[in-house]
């Protein structure tokens, strides 16, 4: 009868710890180097409620990278993330619509995505969006960064 009680009480204790973990993050990277990031928002929930902030920076960090086209983009999210979506939007050029001139689907946490529209001597913005989900909480977060390709 104890240790029933104890195996119950361990089941409760761990549900709440294993639903409570931070979100995952993701790092970016380009050729080996990591390219710095800015969080834009984030969605959290669970069956009950859901909460969205967006946070609007405006200070968004430019990476410059001297290598020919097409560029690699790397990504490694966290654990409990479930999908990377990814917009390219051209700021030198920007679409007649508005909208990205590239998008792409990684599954899982992480894999790379080779950028057909990045063509040199232009500056790119990137959003990054991470999905993920623990035992209880999911929700998704958005980086975004600045690119620009250089020839070498």
């Known amino acids: 009868m104890v240790r029933s009680r104890l195996t119950l009480a361990a089941v409760i204790i761990a549900i709440p710890l294993a639903s409570c973990g931070a979100r995952p993050g993701v790092t970016v990277s380009i050729a080996g180097e990591k390219v710095p990031i800015v969080l834009s928002s984030t969605t959290e929930g669970t069956r009950c409620s859901t909460s969205h902030g967006d946070a ?3 200070n968004v960090p430019l990476t410059t990278v001297r290598m020919p086209a ?6 490694d999210a966290g654990q409990g993330a479930s999908e990377i979506r990814g917009w390219i939007y051209d700021l030198d050029a ?11 689907t990684l599954p899982g946490r992480g894999g790379a995505h080779q950028a057909r529209s990045i063509v040199p001597e232009r500056t790119y913005r990137v959003l990054v969006n991470v999905r993920w989900s623990f035992l ?3 929700g998704e977060e958005t980086h975004v960064f600045r690119l620009r390709v250089e020839t070498p």
């Open 56 to 58: 609007f920076p405006e």
């Open 70 to 75: 097409p560029v690699t983009l790397r990504f």
């Open 94 to 104: 920007p679409s007649p619509a508005g909208g990205p001139i590239e998008e792409f």
């Open 136 to 138: 209880v909480t999911e």
